[in-house]
Structures are given as structure tokens and as C-alpha cells.
């Protein structure tokens, strides 16, 4: 691959891939976060999501939870904690939930309307080990291995375990 150069046809201008060779398509990637290398500093990111509109990224870092728009832009702090849980988007990127060792949380991906929500869920062995929300972002579902099924509203209202363990079991 040849940055410089005559752009064949088909390719984009400024890189040849060589003499002979043609591309059928091409792919390109920018670069949207730029995290410290220092160690202190460092965001290993443990978790990353997509809204299914492809708007927003959602990730779980040791630095704590963060969105931000697919096409670069700034990066929202949701959570200053370390946090390895399940994190999700509403179909339209607008709204994020996260599970970490400190509970359930939901906010408005730019970071606005942060709240805990009820339950006692956590992440970990008897808390969180999945979440997904629904597309409109009014509910969501969460899989505990301890407790089974739930879900509740985002307002932290009708909270409902639809399935537990001893169920499957029978």
C-alpha cells in the first residue's frame, strides 16, 4: 500500500495500492478517542456498545463509564468508577444503562438525568450479568444469576422478576 501517487479509478485520491493491483472496495477508519498512555491515566476499556442507530459508543473503562458520538466528538464522563459491567443503548442513542459494582445507573448519553436506579442490582456473582434496554428506552431487562429475570421501568417504577432459576429447573 502506497499512500502517494495517482489514484486509479475507484480508489480514493492520494493512495495507489501498486502497480496491477485494483481495489474492489475500500474501508476507511478514523480515529475518535484519544485516551493518556500514562498508566495512572490510562482507560482500558473493558466493554463497548453501540447504539442500533450507530450514534452513539458506549464504554466501560477502570476510569468509569463514557459516551460519545460515532462520528468523533467529545467525550461525556457518565461514572467516575472502575466499572466491568453490561452497558446499553435505546435505538436512538439517547439513552444509556450501565451496571458496575455500585448498582444499576440510566442517564441521557450527553451525561444529563444521571440516576441510580432501585433493586439492588449490581454488577458481579449476584448482581448484574446482562442488560439490555428497550428500543424506545423505557424499560429495562436485567439477568441476574442469583435472582433471575427482572424488569422495571427506567423511572425505577414497576419492578417485576419474570423468571427466576427455580423456574427453569422445574
Partial sequence: LNVEGEAGPGQPPGISLGEGWRAKRWVTFNKITAFA???????????????ADGSRIGLL??????????QGGSLVQLSTRDTHGHLDFSADGKVVAWAG?????LANSDGSGKRKLPGGFAEGEQGVTGLRLTARGDRVFILSPARGVYALNTDGSNIKRLLSYEDLAK
Avoid: I, P
Avoid at 498512555?37 to 447504539?51: C, G, I, P
Fill in 61 to 70: 473503562t477502570q476510569q468509569g463509564a463514557f459516551a460519545l458520538d460515532a
Fill in 101 to 105: 459494582r455500585e448498582g444499576l445507573w
Fill in 37 to 51: 498512555e500514562e498508566a495512572t491515566q490510562r482507560k482500558d476499556v473493558n466493554v463497548m456498545s453501540l447504539s
